[in-house]
């Protein structure tokens, strides 16, 4: 069987970190859930300074608002180590469309999915992200696509299927 479309995306240092931070934001709410810890203990902190005067209120506000953010940058460089040993970091992966599934090959890797399979399709100025998972999907370079293959992907998520 033939593909409908065929799109063919590099997988650089650049993409995956955008793809990661696309998914911590967009997707995980990381950072908002993050920021939400940290202004929830800062503010017991600052209740037990107000109400009960001692030094656990203090240590409380300091500690969370700087390990927080100890966390958040230590954090960043871990993520950037971790996508510089990404196996798919310079590879070329190729999705292939078909009428009712689609296709990913990387390497020798050859896998199917069944378009029922994806949870959502993620737009940005400069790719789709096709979500399987919560945090895991493949992304396709929009300059690699033509405006058939763009319409075809926006078709793709679940609120769009077709019944």
Request: aromatic share 10%; net charge positive.
């Amino acid at each position: 069987m033939e593909p409908l479309f065929e799109v063919t995306t590099k997988y650089t240092y650049h993409e995956l970190k955008r793809y990661d931070s696309y998914v911590l934001n967009n997707i995980v709410h990381y950072y908002l859930r993050t920021a939400a810890m940290i202004v929830m203990l800062a503010a017991i902190g600052v209740a037990l300074i107000l109400f009960a005067p001692g030094p656990i209120g203090v240590m409380l506000l300091v500690g969370s608002v700087a390990g927080g953010l100890l966390g958040l940058t230590i954090n960043a460089g871990q993520r950037s180590k971790l996508l510089m040993k990404n196996p798919l970091l310079d590879k070329l992966t190729t999705a292939r469309f078909f009428e009712d599934h689609f296709t990913v090959d990387r390497d020798k890797n050859h896998t199917e999915f069944h378009y029922s399979q994806i949870i959502r399709v993620c737009e940005t100025d400069s790719n789709f992200y096709i979500m399987l998972t919560a945090a895991g999907g493949i992304i396709v370079a929009k300059k690699n696509c033509t405006p058939e293959v763009m319409e075809h992907i926006r078709g793709l998520a679940p609120a769009k299927k077709k019944r």
